[in-house]
Nanobody, 124 residues
Framework: QVLLVESGGGLVQPGGSLRLSCAAS????????MGWFRQAPGKEREFVAA????????AYADSVKGRFAISRDNAKATLDLQMNMLKPEDTAVYYC?????????????????WGQGTQVTVSS
């Protein structure tokens, strides 16, 4: 497993942008896929985005495609999520997740490490 610490959440108006970051430690970062999930109040945790060990392959939830961009820096062991054109329905706690394998997965069972989460609130 890997230790994951998210940062960058906050309050933003609809149409605004935020950038989330996740710092990883505890195992070779560049061997594993990474992902972002989110959980809104009263809802189940859902997949947001993921990318493969080298960033060469990505996957996005339909609800965020074209607005969010996931990236990684293997030299720094960090994972980012650039969120643009934010909507109130993007409000949730966002979690960084460390994959079990080198390639991205949409299901939560493809990940064995989770951060503590960072709150994103989109409201005017």
């Amino acid at each position: 497993q890997v230790l994951l610490v998210e940062s960058g959440g906050g309050l933003v108006q609809p149409g605004g942008s935020l950038r989330l970051s996740c710092a990883a430690s505890g195992r070779p970062f560049n061997n594993y896929a990474m992902g972002w999930f989110r959980q809104a109040p009263g809802k189940e945790r859902e997949f947001v985005a993921a990318l493969s060990w080298n960033g060469g392959s990505t996957a996005y939830a339909d609800s965020v495609k074209g607005r969010f961009a996931i990236s990684r820096d293997n030299a720094k062991a960090t994972l980012d999520l650039q969120m643009n054109m934010l909507k109130p329905e993007d409000t949730a706690v966002y979690y960084c997740a460390g994959g079990k394998s080198a390639f991205e997965r949409r299901g939560a069972d493809g990940y064995d490490s989770w951060g503590q989460g960072t709150q994103v609130t989109v409201s005017s």
